[in-house]
């Protein structure tokens, strides 16, 4: 029987255990002894293969000196979270990816919305809470590599007022000034085979998840030939789309239309 591949939620949280392990330099031998559990117990919380307790990574800050960083990252990646069911898995993918690539056909990408536009988009404080958390993964030490294509239309759209929008403009202006961040604008067009916005998440391991807006709501996917289709579309969008350059020229202009 094939091995059952970790749960992006469980790969996340065990990802930052690893991460705070070796900030405090100790081995995994070591942490056990620490909390009296086995070597192989934190190896398979570490890699993602089980499922600990609240209880157990408050044990875990205790032993590492870390405050409450793993009981935080327990209630974030191992209880629901903030987000509407149907995009839960994604979160949790992107949360731990290496790569993220976006296309957004109507909105702004949700990693790069200002507090002010997503305000008026999403219904709840809670929910905007939870994207404005999301974002945060963009200034880790290790931040993920983000590619995001976004129709020119997105920039015409009022979301809020001339205002929210001249402030969404100057902060994708600014957003793509970071090393690990790169926007570009494609013109108004039909692209065989895109039928809608879409995001994709690349772990280290170069497993892949996919997240597709419908109308409903959205769903998921690590299907093998959904993944290819969905990265040969991004390609040919990123393709057609203006420079890294070109597509802040187009901000400034966008920003000067949004003028009051």
């Known amino acids: 029987m094939a091995k059952r591949k970790p749960s992006p939620a469980l790969r996340a949280?065990?990802?930052e255990v690893r991460r705070l392990r070796e900030d405090v330099g100790i081995t995994r031998t070591e942490l056990a002894n620490r909390i009296s559990v086995t070597p192989s117990y934190v190896s398979q919380v570490e890699s993602g293969n089980t499922r600990c307790r609240k209880d157990f990574a408050q044990r875990l800050d205790?032993?590492?000196g870390t405050g409450d960083q793993l009981t935080t990252a327990w209630t974030k990646h191992l209880r629901a979270a903030s987000y509407p069911k149907f995009f839960a898995d994604y979160?949790?993918?992107e949360a731990s990816a290496d790569l993220l690539r976006a296309y957004e056909a109507t909105f702004v990408p949700g990693l790069l919305q200002t507090k002010e536009y997503a305000r008026v988009l999403l219904v709840s404080e809670s929910t905007l809470d939870g994207r404005l958390s999301r974002q945060q993964i963009l200034f880790r030490e290790i931040p993920p590599r983000l590619i995001a294509v976004m129709e020119e239309?997105?920039?015409m759209r009022e979301v809020g007022s001339p205002d929210v929008m001249r402030g969404q403009c100057d902060h994708l202006l600014k957003m793509s000034e970071r090393d690990n961040i790169s926007i570009q604008v494609a013109p108004i067009a039909y692209y065989r085979g895109v039928s809608g916005s879409f995001n994709i998440?690349?772990?280290s391991t170069r497993e892949e998840l996919v997240y597709l807006e419908t109308s409903p709501g959205g769903l998921t996917t690590d299907d093998t030939q959904d993944i290819l289709?969905?990265?040969?579309?991004?390609?040919e969008?990123?393709?057609?789309?203006?420079s890294v350059?070109?597509?802040?020229?187009?901000l400034r202009k966008a920003m000067d239309r949004w003028k009051a």
Do not use: C, K
């Not at 969008?237 to 203006?242: D, F, H, N, T, V």
């Open 13 to 15: 949280f065990g990802a």
């Open 153 to 155: 239309s997105v920039l």
């Open 62 to 64: 205790q032993a590492l």
């Open 245 to 250: 350059d070109g597509s802040r020229d187009l």
């Open 237 to 242: 969008l990123q393709a057609r789309a203006l």
């Open 91 to 93: 979160s949790e993918a």
């Open 201 to 203: 998440a690349t772990q």
């Open 229 to 235: 289709h969905v990265i040969r579309a991004f390609a």
